[in-house]
C-alpha cells in the first residue's frame, strides 16, 4: 500500500550523481558508435591493426585518408580509451585487444559491423517519433541502407559458423551431401543459401524475400559465384504456398519482424514434406524483460527493436513481436503453427541467436 502520508521521497544526491556520470557514458557511448562506424568504413581499424604506434599523419597517409580528418577521430578514439595516445611522441596505436573486436579479421567478434546501425537507425528517428503519436510503424523501404548492412553483419557469423557448426546439429547433414530440396525464407541478399549451395552441390537451394533489391543481389551474387543449384525468389513469406515442396527450410533472424509471423510458420509447416525440417534461428533472449535486463546486451536490442524490428511489422500493420519476443514465444508459436519436438539449442561462435529445430512428422 502507497503511503500517501509521507510526501515525496527525498531527493538521493548520490544517485543522482551516479545517474549522470550513467547519461554521461551513454552521450559519449553513443558518439563512440558513430566513430567506431566511421572507423570500420574507412578502413582505420584494419589499417592500424598490427602496426607500431604512428602519429596521426603517418596513420592518414598509411590509409591514404585526410590528416584532419583521421586526427579528429583518433582524439575521440583516444577519448573513449579505443586507441592508446602517447602524449609525449603524439602517437595512437590499437592494442592487439582491441584489435580482435574492430577489424575485418574478427569475423564475427568484429563489434564495429554492429555499431554501424546506430547511424542507420538515426536516419528514421522523426519517422519513428511520429509513429510513436500516430501508431503505425516504419516500412523496410525507408531503410536503404538495411540490406547490404544485414548482410555484412550476418554474413560474417554465417562464414564462421554455417558449415563448420550450424551443419553438424542437423538431422537433415547426411541428406544435404546426398541431394535435399532447401528453401530460405526471408532471405535477404542471400548469402546463407550461398554458402549451402557452394557447400552441396548435389541439393537445390532456393532464397524467398519480399525485398526486390535484396533479391537482386542475391541472384547476381549466385550468378558471379557460377552456382547452378540456387536460385531466388521476390515473394511475401505470409503468401508461400509450396506444398510439400522442400525437406528442409530455413530463417535467420527473420519471424521476428513480420507482420504475420504466425500466417509465415503455418505456412512454413505446409511447405516442408514430411519428415523435413525447419531451423529458425532467431535472437537469443526470454520472452519476459526481467530475464533479459541484465544481459549485456539487451539495451541495444529493445533498441534496435524500437527502430527496425519491431516497427517494420507495424507498418504493415503487423502485431510488432519486437526482437525480443523470447524463446518461450517462440516456441510457443512454433508449436501453434503444428511443429512438435522443438530442440532449443545454439553454436558455438553465434552466442547472440537461438536456434529452434523441428521436424514435421513423417
Ligand atoms: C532481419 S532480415 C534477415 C535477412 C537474412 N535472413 C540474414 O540473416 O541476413 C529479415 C529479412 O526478412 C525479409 N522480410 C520481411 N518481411 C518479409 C515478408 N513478408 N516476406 C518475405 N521476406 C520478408 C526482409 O526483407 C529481410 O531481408
Request: aromatic share 8%; glycine share 10%.
Amino acid at each position: 500500500m502507497t503511503d500517501t502520508m509521507s510526501g515525496p521521497a527525498e531527493f538521493d544526491k548520490t544517485r543522482a550523481k551516479l545517474f549522470q556520470a550513467n547519461i554521461v557514458g551513454i552521450m559519449n557511448g553513443g558518439a563512440l558508435a558513430l566513430m567506431i562506424s566511421l572507423g570500420h568504413k574507412t578502413g582505420l581499424f584494419d589499417s592500424m591493426d598490427g602496426k607500431p604506434a604512428r602519429t596521426a599523419s603517418e596513420i592518414a597517409t598509411d590509409a591514404g585518408l585526410h590528416e584532419r580528418y583521421v586526427r579528429e577521430w583518433l582524439s575521440a578514439m583516444a577519448c573513449g580509451a579505443i586507441v592508446d595516445y602517447d602524449v609525449d611522441a603524439q602517437t595512437f596505436a590499437l592494442p592487439v585487444e582491441h584489435a580482435g573486436l574492430l577489424t575485418r579479421r574478427a569475423g564475427p567478434l568484429n563489434l564495429s559491423t554492429q555499431c554501424q546501425y546506430v547511424a542507420l537507425l538515426g536516419e528514421v528517428e522523426d519517422e519513428i517519433v511520429e509513429a510513436f503519436r500516430s501508431g503505425g510503424g516504419v516500412p523496410y523501404d525507408r531503410y536503404p541502407r538495411f540490406q547490404a548492412l544485414m548482410a555484412e553483419s550476418s554474413g560474417q557469423r554465417y562464414e564462421r559458423t554455417l558449415i563448420a557448426q550450424v551443419v553438424p546439429i542437423l538431422p537433415v547433414a547426411q541428406a544435404l551431401e546426398a541431394g535435399i530440396d532447401v528453401g530460405d525464407v526471408g532471405c535477404g541478399s542471400g548469402k546463407a543459401m550461398r554458402i549451402f549451395a557452394a557447400a552441396f552441390p548435389a541439393s537445390r537451394f532456393v532464397g524467398f524475400d519480399i525485398s526486390e533489391d535484396a533479391i537482386a543481389v542475391a541472384r547476381a551474387e549466385a550468378a558471379a559465384a557460377g552456382l547452378t543449384n540456387l536460385s531466388f525468389e521476390v515473394a511475401d513469406a505470409a503468401a508461400l504456398d509450396q506444398v510439400d515442396g522442400f525437406d528442409f527450410l530455413t530463417t535467420f533472424d527473420a519471424i521476428h519482424d513480420q507482420a504475420h509471423p504466425d500466417t509465415v510458420l503455418a505456412g512454413i509447416y505446409r511447405m516442408l514434406r514430411p519428415g523435413g525440417t525447419y531451423l529458425c534461428v532467431e535472437p537469443k533472449s526470454s520472452s519476459e524483460l526481467a530475464d533479459n535486463i541484465d544481459e549485456p546486451m539487451s539495451a541495444f536490442m529493445y533498441s534496435v527493436s524500437t527502430m527496425h524490428c519491431m516497427t517494420v511489422s507495424m507498418a504493415y500493420g503487423g502485431e510488432g513481436l519486437g526482437t525480443a519476443w523470447g524463446h518461450q514465444t517462440a516456441v510457443e508459436r512454433l508449436t501453434l503453427a503444428g511443429f512438435a519436438d522443438i530442440e532449443v539449442t545454439g553454436v558455438r561462435d553465434d552466442r547472440s541467436n537461438s536456434y529452434f529445430l523441428s521436424t514435421k512428422p513423417g
